[in-house]
Nanobody
Framework: QVRLVESGGGLVQAGGSLRLSCVASGSISRINAMGWYRQAPGKQRELVATITSGGRTNYVDSVKGRFTISWDGARNPLYLQMNSLKPEDTAVYYC?????????WGQGTQVTVSS
């Protein structure tokens, strides 16, 4: 079992920056990909970015050029650097073990961007 704990959320003004972190514990040796997802009020959870152990990244179009996912393997934290934040980025952000469809989720961290 993999346990994931996010941190780094908060309240920021539009145009500001935040860095989210996610630390994994438990059976982490098999993790070969990680992802960040978000869920805004009244909306479905959506993919924000993913990264593989080989460093391959993928971003949803709405965050390209503003967000950067980074990760140096299961024994290191997963990060999401978020710059030029917009009010529409307001959501609960979750990290996920993206090694499989059934991978573990974190409990989420709230990001609120004020206009």
């Amino acid at each position: 079992q993999v346990r994931l704990v996010e941190s780094g959320g908060g309240l920021v003004q539009a145009g500001g920056s935040l860095r989210l972190s996610c630390v994994a514990s438990g059976s982490i040796s098999r993790i070969n990909a990680m992802g960040w997802y978000r869920q805004a009020p009244g909306k479905q959870r959506e993919l924000v970015a993913t990264i593989t152990s080989g460093g391959r990244t993928n971003y949803v179009d709405s965050v390209k050029g503003r967000f950067t996912i980074s990760w140096d393997g299961a024994r290191n934290p997963l990060y999401l650097q978020m710059n030029s934040l917009k009010p529409e980025d307001t959501a609960v952000y979750y990290c996920k073990d993206a090694s499989s469809w059934f991978g573990s989720w974190g409990q989420g961290t709230q990001v609120t961007v004020s206009s």
